[in-house]
């Protein structure tokens, strides 16, 4: 079956780093877009980055370019989340996501397998 299992969530003060890694099982990762969405109390899930099943390809919400970046190793079965200049607002749980396909993701409807999600709290 189908898993996705996140990894590198935590604390961490406002303009540091983090990383989430998401490993993959269950089905041919190489063939598929991934992405990350994210959280927050009292909020809808957002897309935050995709990434297309050959990495060429990506998508970033307006709100974390220049500050994340989304990244694969199909070698791996592993999607990567590296987060910098971290700030209160991305704190939120962030989940992995498969696409339904191979291209970049845009939207929630194009999700069709989830992680259980980890929590990134930013402190000031």
């Known amino acids: 079956q189908v898993q996705l299992v996140e990894s590198g969530g935590g604390l961490v003060q406002a303009g540091g780093s983090l990383r989430l890694s998401c490993a993959a099982s269950?089905?041919?990762?190489?063939?598929?877009?991934m992405a990350w969405f994210r959280q927050a109390p009292g909020k809808e899930r957002v897309l935050v980055a995709s990434r297309s099943w050959t990495g060429g390809n990506t998508y970033y919400a307006d709100s974390v370019k220049g500050r994340f970046s989304i990244s694969r190793d199909n070698a791996k079965n592993t999607v990567y989340l590296e987060m910098n200049s971290l700030k209160l607002e991305d704190t939120a749980v962030y989940y992995c996501?498969?696409?339904?396909?191979?291209?970049?993701?845009?939207?929630?409807?194009?999700?069709?397998?989830w992680g259980q999600g980890t929590q990134v709290t930013v402190s000031s």
């Open positions: 996501a498969r696409g339904r396909t191979s291209g970049v993701v845009y939207n929630r409807y194009q999700i069709d397998y």
């Open positions: 269950g089905f041919t990762f190489s063939s598929y877009g």
